[in-house]
């Protein structure tokens, strides 16, 4: 699935957006430090609902990074003015990605990442669009490179999105298929997918495909879970597997630590 974005028209240029990133809200770890997970929130929320909820997990050996979004004129809303980490039109799997909105933000990502201590494992996840927008990290990742052609930087270790999407799904395998360290990238970045059977806002139909998209992409470490009667908003049943899928993955020492 892919949103409508101004950056892609019929002339394939427009001018560079200069957005302005919100407030970044830290949570320490409560025991040793063994891993680093930018969060990313919703359509409209700010990093500072999220990182609430994170502090609250049994997760002692994550420092979460909950960055908020820019504030842009989004289509969907007719033009008025949302945190958004890109712009979103309608809901239709032909809509062009706003691959500059996605490029600054995945680079926002990075940049947060980039002063962590070398041994520090690291991560990004996310919620909706903040779930899109983490994947496309996992894309930029696996690939070396960001859309528009520039080195990415962070080392990932683990990727989640709640009820999210890939966006650019159509032209990732060709990306990805006859590039040895991409190929091979893919294979063991472990992603997890979950995602409510009744959500409204990001259709279940469209979490799915995602989760199908990235195994036939070459991505063989791709969990999907999901919840009868689960709207777009979290329970505690996804966070508790959420933070088992977290420990594992990244050999946490767990919450008696």
């Known amino acids: 699935m892919s949103f409508t974005g101004p950056s892609v028209g019929s002339g394939g240029r427009t001018a560079r957006r200069l957005v302005e990133f919100g407030r970044t809200y830290v ?43 820019p504030t842009q004129p989004i289509t969907v809303f007719g033009g008025f003015p949302s945190t958004a980490w890109f712009d979103v039109g309608d809901l239709s799997e032909d809509a062009p990605d706003d691959l500059e909105g996605l490029d600054a933000s995945a680079a926002h990502v990075a940049n947060l990442l980039s002063t962590e201590p070398a041994d520090i494992k690291l991560g990004v996840g996310g919620f909706s669009m903040g779930a899109a927008t983490a994947l496309y990290s996992a894309s930029c990742f696996t690939q070396g490179k960001y859309g528009n052609g ?13 009820s999210g999407w890939l966006p650019c799904s159509k032209t990732l395998a060709n990306k990805i298929q006859g590039v040895d360290e ?26 799915e495909k995602s989760s199908r998209s990235l195994s036939s992409c070459g991505f063989q470490d791709v969990t999907f ?18 933070c088992t899928w977290l420990t594992s993955k990244l050999t946490l020492e767990g919450a008696s630590s």
């Open 225 to 242: 879970k999901s919840y009868n009667g689960l709207g777009h908003y979290t329970i505690p049943e996804e966070m508790d597997e959420f």
């Open 27 to 69: 949570v320490r770890p409560k025991g040793k430090h063994q891993a680093t997970v930018v969060w990313l929130h919703g359509l409209g929320d700010n990093g500072s609902s999220w990182s609430q909820l994170l502090e609250t997990l049994p997760l002692p050996n994550i420092k979460w990074i909950c960055p908020t979004a």
């Open 150 to 162: 520039n080195p990415y930087p962070a080392q990932l270790s683990a990727v989640v999105g709640l």
């Open 182 to 207: 991409a190929v091979r990238r893919a294979a063991s970045l472990p992603i997890l997918l979950c995602h409510g059977k009744a959500d409204d806002v990001v259709l279940y139909k469209f979490g």
